[in-house]
Nanobody, 115 residues
């Protein structure tokens, strides 16, 4: 059973930065892809960024140039570096990992961008 634990969320002012972490219970090299999603109340969960096992990345248009996804296989951890944060980035951010045909999710971490 794969467990994913997010951390690093919090309250930040517009223009600020945060780094989210997603720690996996096992080796992340087994995952074909890992990603970050976010969700606000009343809306569908949306993809923020994804990184494959080969290190290829893809971003939502709304975060391109501001967010960077990365993974440290030695630490079994994935990261999301968020800069130039905007109020519209406020959401619960979820970590996702794909192993075979199964999706695994973390419990989510709240990011609030407000002055």
């Amino acid at each position: 059973q794969v467990q994913l634990v997010e951390s690093g969320g919090g309250l930040v002012q517009p223009g600020g930065s945060l780094r989210l972490s997603c720690a996996a219970s096992g080796s992340i090299v087994l995952f074909s892809a890992m990603g970050w999603y976010r969700q606000v109340p009343g809306k569908r969960r949306e993809l923020v960024a994804i990184i494959t096992s080969r290190g290829n990345t893809n971003y939502a248009d709304s975060v391109k140039g501001r967010f960077t996804i990365s993974r440290d296989n030695a630490k079994n951890t994935m990261y999301l570096q968020m800069t130039s944060l905007k109020p519209e980035d406020t959401a619960v951010y979820y970590c996702n990992a794909i192993l075979g045909f199964t999706d695994y999710w973390g419990q989510g971490t709240q990011v609030t961008v407000s002055s």
